[in-house]
């Protein structure tokens, strides 16, 4: 399994994590796990974003003598080390034991856990049911909460072996759950593919 | 198929139950008239589609459409933002309680819960409800869509009397003539079949002018034809038992009633046939008709104050009736005696009227003849009930164009009328054939037992047809989308429900092999009864 970061920031919603190596943050929509002693915490990456370790300290342009990107980063070596990626993301759910649960688990994330890629098999019983949805469709995302559902939808249905039927189930469950928000449902409905 | 088709979301017993539709399930494979069952909590409930609609759950798409030509944006919008639903009426609850499983189904009396499943009915369901052929059950079509039979219970069918409406050329023809051959093999009755066009006795067409095999054709034994018109019979090459003829003297005032309209007579005319007849004697036809324009006459018009232009008027009507040529002054044999006897014998009688397809002809002759075997089995039936004697056979009299016997005005005076109304107190029911229901007399029709109706689309007669029946608007909606052949609605006491069934096929050599082996097959079980009973 793909260890792709470790927690920095947690909370009951969700968690930010850092990369180890730059650049190298999750696809937005993919799904991810870290632990709580026996809990397993799954959340979906909403957000991810690279910059300079200080806050206070901008990046400046360095690449004016320079004849590609990649002669940048060879010429300042430093540069990977001050700069780094982190990405977020939103609890959808839990597993205790061998139960899967598609709601918040009693605590959050704690900082400094691993957290892991789920590779396809995990991603297809996890979507087997689609009740995390409503999860995604209630969160106030920094990131257009129609963009995060459709990924993440999109990136599932690669792991199942028909993905369209898979695409079909849940672009139901979208329009109960937006029954009332035809524009935005037809909108995340025309992402899905 | 038993597959779901979707959960009862609303309704009401009187409206009958509104289905959502489960989304891979498309309106287009629906159908009015299709059965289905509803798993309740407690009961399992038989219904009928009789309406299916579209709805969205948002106004807002049916203003601004989804790209439905996209097949992914279709697919997950069919059965949840945009469903169909089945208008669904429950007729009868099968299995589940106590009284159903002992007594077959019941009524409905209540409605099935909220969300319970509903399914195509199987075929099984289906035979439960109308039950499989049998020594009582005569098949007599399929439901639509399925393969099943639906059979009618013709002892009991012919306890009351029956109807088979239907606009001309909608299979009313066919259909009588497989209730009539049921009839020959699965009930105690015998028919009395007044045939106006000489289509049940020998030979018919179809609409497509194939000739058409006919009731003595296929039970020789059991069927004798009777003629008006030898001549015409003769040129048809059918094969005759008895050719009917009518003495001027069997002719009653009470039949002369019933032609007042079509001879156009006065009410003084009617009047004054009684007192001739009071007068005249048996005879009063033939002597009114011959009376002289002398003084003679003048006096005893005068004495019976009959006025002269009713007088005319009456003697022009009864010159129509002598014209006819069956009509003689002396018959060489009683008809009506004759007809009693096949009957006893248990042979069915086909009349048939060959050229004299005339209302006049048709009217005088089924009311005279029906009017004196009625009574005939009147006073038998009366015998019966006193001295413990033999009940005589049931009759079912078959007549056509109904509604002019039966229309408000006359059915109070007619046989028919009388017939209707009696129902089976004296063994005797009809059978009435009729394009416009909505012309025979109320009282008439509510009396009528199981009614069979092929396309209507007058307002009026579908209102008439369907008057008293629970749930009539769905069946309304119902029975307005027949299709114009081989289709029928069936409702009344036969059945336990209406049931839409596509007609038995009749007609094809295969189709008569099919109508002779269950009969043969009733014969069979006859012999075998009788070796069992007697050892």
């Not at chain 2, 027949?482 to 007609?507: C, D």
Request: glycine share 8%; with cysteine; proline share 5%.
């Amino acid at each position: 399994m793909e260890r792709v970061g470790e927690i920095i920031e947690a909370s009951t919603a969700g968690f930010v994590a850092q990369c180890y190596e730059l650049y190298c943050s999750p696809p937005l929509g993919s799904l991810v796990r870290t632990r709580d002693g026996e809990v397993e915490l799954y959340g979906i990456v909403y957000h991810a974003a690279t910059g300079s370790l200080e806050p206070g300290r901008r990046p400046i342009a360095r690449g004016k003598d320079e004849a590609s990107e990649e002669e940048i980063y060879r010429s300042s070596p430093q540069l990977a080390k001050l700069l780094i990626s982190e990405f977020s993301a939103l609890v959808v759910g839990h597993k205790t034991g061998d139960a899967l649960h598609h709601y918040l688990p009693p605590n959050p994330a704690r900082i400094h856990a691993f957290v892991y890629q789920c590779p396809p098999d995990e991603v297809r019983e996890f979507s087997r049911s689609l009740a995390f949805l409503t999860i995604l469709a209630n969160a106030h995302l920094p990131v257009s909460t129609d963009e995060v559902i459709a990924a993440a939808l999109r990136r599932m249905g690669q792991a199942h072996d028909d993905p369209h039927s898979f695409l079909v189930a849940a672009g139901k469950e979208l329009s109960l759950l937006f029954s009332g928000q035809f524009n935005q449902l037809k909108s995340i409905l025309g992402r899905l593919k | 198929m038993t597959d779901r088709l979707g959960i009862v979301v609303a309704g009401s017993l009187e409206k009958g139950v509104e289905v959502r539709l489960d989304g891979p399930v498309s309106v287009e494979d629906m159908a009015v008239g299709r059965y289905v069952t509803i798993e309740g909590r407690k009961q399992r409930f038989f219904g009928m589609i009789t309406d299916i609609s579209l709805g969205v759950t948002d106004e807002r798409l049916t203003l601004t459409p989804p790209d439905v030509s996209d097949p992914f944006v279709a697919e997950v919008f069919a059965g949840t933002s945009a469903y169909g639903t089945l208008h669904v009426l429950p007729m009868l609850t099968i299995g589940g309680d106590a009284a159903t499983l002992i007594e077959g189904p019941q009524p409905v009396k209540t409605v099935p819960a909220h969300f319970s499943p509903v399914k195509e009915a199987s075929q099984r369901d289906v035979e439960l409800v109308f039950g499989s052929e049998d020594e009582r059950r005569f098949y007599v079509g399929t439901p639509l869509d399925m393969e099943t039979k639906i059979c009618l219970d013709l002892p009991e069918l012919v306890k009351r009397s029956n109807g088979i409406f239907g606009k001309s050329g909608t299979g009313k023809t066919f259909l009588t003539r497989l209730l009539l051959v049921g009839m020959l093999q699965k009930s105690a009755a015998v028919n009395l079949i007044f045939d106006m066009h000489n289509e049940y006795g020998w030979a018919g067409t179809s609409e497509g002018g194939r000739p058409v095999k006919a009731l003595k054709q296929l039970f020789p034994s059991k069927v004798a034809v009777f003629t008006l018109d030898e001549e015409s019979s003769r040129r048809r090459k059918v094969s005759t038992d008895f050719a009917v003829r009518i003495g001027y003297d069997e002719i009653e005032p009470e039949d002369m009633v019933l032609l007042r309209q079509t001879l156009n007579l006065t009410e003084q005319a009617v009047e004054a046939i009684y007192q001739l007849r009071r007068r005249l004697g048996k005879n009063w036809l033939e002597q009114a008709s011959d009376m002289p324009d002398s003084e003679e006459t003048g006096e005893l018009l005068k004495e019976l104050s009959i006025h002269e232009a009713t007088f005319q008027n009456l003697r022009r009507g009864l010159a129509t009736i002598r014209r006819l040529p069956f009509i003689q002054s002396q018959a060489p044999d009683n008809a009506v005696r004759r007809i009693l006897e096949y009957l006893d014998r248990g042979i069915n009688v086909v009349l048939e009227f060959g050229r004299y397809t005339d209302i006049t002809a048709y009217i005088l002759v089924a009311n005279l003849l029906t009017r004196r075997i009625h009574a005939q089995y009147r006073e038998r039936m009366e015998k019966a009930l006193g001295e413990d004697a033999a009940k005589p056979t049931p009759l079912v009299i078959t007549i056509e164009e109904a509604h002019r016997f039966l229309n408000p005005e006359l059915a109070s005076q007619t046989i028919f009328g009388t017939i209707a109304r009696e129902m089976r107190k004296y063994n005797v029911t009809l059978l009435v054939i009729d394009q416009r229901p909505s012309g025979i007399d109320t009282e008439v029709m509510s009396q009528v037992g199981t009614k069979i109706t092929c396309l209507l689309d007058n307002e009026r007669d579908i209102d008439s047809v369907l008057a008293g029946v629970s749930g009539k608007n769905a069946l309304k909606s119902v029975l307005a989308r027949l299709e114009s052949k081989q289709q029928a609605l069936i409702f009344g006491h036969a059945v336990p429900m209406p049931v839409v069934i596509r007609t038995r096929e009749y007609g094809s050599p295969q189709s008569y092999k099919e109508l002779l082996a269950t009969g043969r097959g009733g014969e069979r079980q006859a012999e075998k009864d009788i070796e069992e009973l007697w050892g």
